[in-house]
């Protein structure tokens, strides 16, 4: 490769990493960065624990709904992100889905629709343990990011995707 493409290489993934769009909530004077991690923007919330329905709330706050992944694609690249950046080491955070209504069918709060993908830790998860866990978490195992049922009530960080527009 030549020095120009290698230049204009460098350039083009320092111009993804930094692409940030500030989003203000309804009251209108707090504003949150998303950041864009693959084709979606995240606003990652690393600082104050959430019981799922607080997550919720929270990015409804901010024009958008707990993380939906969609796609090996979004999940690699959501995961790649938390891996890789200090202040997310170590933990855990809430997605988008439950099963609360019907047990052991994970719905999307995107469009009410069965859950799109799923990374469940191999051979253990979704097990609804002690028929109380029906959220759906990104879980660090093995420095590997998986998808785990966790009880709802239970204090993990929110991660919010940015309502595309139509
Ligand atoms: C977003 O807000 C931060 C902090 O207020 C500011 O430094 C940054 O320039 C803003 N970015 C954009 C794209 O508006
Ligand atoms: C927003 O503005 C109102 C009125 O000025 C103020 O009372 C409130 O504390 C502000 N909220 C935030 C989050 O800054
Ligand atoms: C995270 O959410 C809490 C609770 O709403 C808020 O006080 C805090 O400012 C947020 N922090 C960041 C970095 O978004
Ligand atoms: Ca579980």
């Known amino acids: 490769m030549g020095l120009t493409q290698y230049f204009i290489l460098i350039l083009c993934f320092a111009g993804v990493l930094s692409n940030v769009i500030n989003i203000s ?8 960065p998303f950041i ?3 084709s979606k923007y995240y606003l990652i919330n690393a600082t104050v624990e959430m019981n799922w329905f607080e997550a919720m709330i929270y990015c409804r706050n901010f024009d ?12 690699n690249a959501l995961s790649s992100y938390l891996i890789t950046n200090e202040g997310h080491i170590g933990k855990n955070f809430w997605l988008g889905a439950n099963d609360l209504v019907d047990e052991g ?8 629709r069965t859950m799109p993908y799923a990374k469940w830790l191999g051979g253990h998860q979704p097990r ?39």
């Open 25 to 32: 909530n309804s009251g209108g004077n707090e504003t949150q």
């Open 36 to 38: 864009e991690i693959g």
């Open 64 to 75: 958008s709904y707990l993380a939906v992944i969609e796609s090996e694609a979004e999940m």
């Open 105 to 112: 069918k994970f719905m999307s709060v995107k469009d009410g």
């Open 128 to 166: 609804d343990y002690d028929r109380n866990e029906d959220c759906v978490q990104l879980w660090l195992f093995n420095n590997i990011f998986y998808m785990n049922d966790k009880n709802c009530w239970a204090k993990l960080y929110a991660i919010c995707e940015l309502r595309q527009p139509k």
